[in-house]
């Protein structure tokens, strides 16, 4: 029984040959690359929304058999319990599972980095005279490049899953935690099959391309003197390895040859067979939709009496992230790719660009620690901070947030552009930012010629200025919005004061976007409130809550405007008597009552942290106002009832439905208070692309999900686009005008304005 790696003594030529890695090509290669593979775009569209709806009617059937207490959030709940005690306890569990396994007959050896697991590996294979090594899927040995290794130094290594082989035939990397070919069509598989055999593979019957590869595979079996697998879960009070895979090769690759090693992460212990039984069944419906994979195996020593088993705990990282208080969390992690099958990024750029080995929003976030910041500080650009990964992960990893973290030391490593440097600075100076955007309101003039939009009509001689030249291909395939001449903060000081009974008093958060691009959206959330008896205070003194510099990774800037907008908030709410804080901005309501307390927390800001915590049970956005506060005190809007009934289709905006868990609040006012029919469009709860300055960075990834939202929208055949959050809308309203589409856009407050007396 082997605790330490043992000596051995490897002749010249072996120690002295490379270690011969994949060729990782640079990042901006990698996506462009993704962008033009039309191939990739078809295969990930009809993929992700039949995953979605598959997965959703997995956990319901799961639910309705066995009742709310195996609904996915109580099993997650449950397994993100007992994955926080492993990583607590992981000493404890090491040394269990150690001891069980060893007594049941296996070896263990643990390997701090990935040229330890490596070298363990390729001394077997010396020490046994092993030339062939048939593989199971393993996204560890990815890690270590574990291939690579073992063919420098005259070592065959053969991936024996399906996807993984003609990943291996075509000289690339999984695309996919658990599809690694899921970016190709059957015809690009046959035609690899075809070069790789000699002989042609049909391009159609996938019937035949499988019957062709477990051919293929055969003799490798018989012939291999190891196996190497992953493990899916190590359960520490039995020593037993847990293997999950959709294709029997799994079993053969772990009990035919006369060596079988696992290589495996120590953030796949769980303490008991319990805890195991949660995670399977998390496990395939959250990967593959499944309710079961076709093959669990569990293995306690050896499969095959007189065989070798070796485990082969990986750290390669994991001391390091569990140090870490934000990113210990991303170690709950179970790699069932969730993450990946719903993000609108990856499905339009597939998961070679979007990741380095490990792709999907968890690669983003464990890339740092396995690989180093710089692998990660492109692909994540890619992040749309749209929160959809959180709300599908079965073991509650706030990805979106960790993203951001590594975003925020991508920035103070490398540092910001110039151009945000520059703006994130004037917008934490609420004076400069004031000035500037009033100087810009009237400097647009020769791109908007007085209208509201920015349009590359407008541009002319001009788009042929360098200066120019960026912008004008921005406004090409949306409109771009201009600087209201006389913002919302100037509007409301001209306001008429309501002489409207009055039944309490708001403070209204408005936004920087709303106040200075769009102050009409402004000026309907006041009438709707004023309209319902609601006394409206806009203090002047708000700014830019900060959430554009935090997305960005800028934390010095950002908590600046979090001050300021705190310590605003106190004061108006303490001069004024409000009782509720009220934002259309659903953006903003997030910023105050998540990102800042994140913030805060990160920063080691108690007394900043109380003060949000504070303010934050009296914040809300405009919908939720209405119907949680107005109607239940049974306020009725004077609604029109007469006249033209326009057709409604709403898009949920990535911070009310992934953030705040909004759904039914504003379907209610515009079918029940308004009386408009609703047409749902096709993923409705999809980001629509905008992103924050993903749409200027990442503009033609950011252009093709905007597309898929129009096209969405337009297939519904509404009259008018409906949202709450002035970001969304702007990004829709600017992509609706380029392309010429009839769809009107509005903010729901607009909307209900349209429709009152």
Known sequence: ???????VQLSTHQTALPTIAHEEKPFAARYTQALADQNLHGALARFAPAWRASRAAAFDVEEHDYGSAYSFSALRARLHEAKDSAIAHQEELVAQFKEQAKAAGAIIFEARTAEEANEYIYYLCCSKEIDLVVKSKTMVSEETELNAYLEARGIKAVETDLGEWVAQLDHERPSHMVMPIIHKTRQQVGAILSEAIGREISREDIGEQVAVIRTAHREAFMTAGMGVSGANILIAESGTVVIVTNEGNGRMVTSLPPVHVVMVGYDKLLATFAEAMTQLRLLARSATAQPITSYTTFMTGPSVPGHEMHIVLVDNGRSEMRADPRFKEALRCIRCAACANICPAYQQ?????????????????????????????GPQSLCVSCNACETVCPVEIPLANLILDVRSRVTQKKGLPWMKKVVFGAMARPLVFDAAARFASIGQWPLTRGGSLIRTRNFGLLAHLPVMRDLATLASWRSLPSFATKPLRDRVKHRPISTRPTIMTVCYFAGCITDRMYPEMGEAIITVMERSGVQVVYPQEQNCCGLIALNSGDRENGATMAHQTIAMLEKTLRTSG???????TTSCVVAIVQDYLKLFEERHETEWLRRTQSLAAKIMDFASFLVTVLLPRSVKLPVRKNGQRETVTYHDSCQSCNNLGLHDEARRIITDM????LREMPDSNVCCGFGGSVSIERPDLSQRILKNKLDNAESTRADVIVGDNPGCLMHIRGGADASRRPQRVLHLAQLIVEHLE
């Open 1 to 7: 029984m082997l605790d330490e790696k043992p000596s």
């Open 349 to 377: 750029v597939g998961g070679h660009a979007f990741g380095y080995i490990y792709s999907g929003a968890i690669g983003l976030v464990v890339t740092p620690f396995h690989h180093g910041l710089d692998a990660a500080a």
């Open 578 to 584: 409000a009782q509720y804080i009220v934002s259309g």
């Open 674 to 677: 308004l009386g408009l029919e």
